[in-house]
């Protein structure tokens, strides 16, 4: 009863979501046609902005850059999502979704700490990050969102650097890779399998509109100001930080 309950469940769903039924092939990779997050697309008012998604075997890392709330960790997640539920069987949320092969799922996603047991925020990212360094074979799904910002800025640039080439170079693993440091795209010019993929934003007399949509290529800028003006970071504040920004950038420069 339980069985038919839940197969009962999941045709279901999948009749009245519009969800499809995944090509599953040994070939390895994981390509996403109009891909959608089941749980986002479900509560939100606004339509939701299918992506497509390839991950091949000559393609197995995407550094995603793009503004906070643009919808990075929601592209990653999807993904993830989507192979949890073709691996159990269900349709996904898609209009195309061909995937290989994959033995697990490692995540480093989102800030918290254990303060109980001693470990800072940073020090949980460093340990969620060793266990996909340790563990993560090519054949494994790896999201990595922000590694490295809870420390120095050149300490977690360093560090995020190191872990996406290692994951490249190495482990091969298929990963999602997101990041504010643009250094990052730098990886695609110099290891075949990384590409570059951003999600864009467009500014206006207003503020700032999301478009949610994945583009090739890294992202032109992070938009954090006009992000945090959103928020309802008081205009002072605001015009400080842009002024001290572009201090810092024409040192830059320099």
Do not use: W
């Not at 460093?126 to 969102?145: H, K, P, Y």
């Not at 700032?208 to 890294?218: D, E, N, R, S, T």
């Not at 015009?239 to 950038?249: D, I, N, Q």
């Amino acid at each position: 009863l339980a069985l038919a309950d839940v197969l009962a469940n999941l045709a279901e769903r999948a009749v009245s979501l519009r969800y499809v039924r995944p090509e599953l092939t040994a070939e390895p990779g994981l390509r996403i046609e109009g891909g959608r997050h089941p749980v986002v697309e479900r509560v939100l008012e606004d339509p939701f902005v299918p992506n497509d998604l390839e991950l091949t075997d000559s393609r197995r890392m995407l550094v995603i850059t793009g503004p906070n709330m643009g919808g990075k960790s929601t592209y990653m997640r999807q993904a993830a999502l989507i192979l949890v539920l073709a691996s159990i069987g269900s349709y996904v949320p898609a209009t195309h979704a061909v995937i290989g092969p994959f033995d697990r799922i490692f995540t480093r996603i989102g800030a918290s700490d254990d303060l109980a047991g001693g470990r800072s925020t940073f020090m949980v990212e460093m340990t969620e990050a060793a266990v996909i360094l340790n563990a993560a074979t090519d054949r494994s799904l790896v999201l990595m969102d922000e590694i490295g910002r809870g420390t120095s800025t050149y300490d977690g640039l360093s560090l995020a650097f190191a872990c996406a080439s290692h994951i490249a170079k190495s482990l091969r693993a298929f990963t999602l890779f997101a990041t504010h440091y643009f250094e990052l795209t730098e990886l695609a010019d110099g290891i075949p399998s990384v590409a570059n993929v951003h999600l864009d934003a467009t500014e206006h007399a207003d503020g700032i509109v999301f478009l949610h949509a994945v583009k090739p290529g890294p992202a032109s800028r992070s938009y954090g100001l006009q992000v945090a003006q959103k928020a309802g970071v008081p205009k002072t504040v605001i015009e400080t930080a842009r002024g001290y920004l572009e201090r810092l950038e024409a040192q830059h420069r320099k």
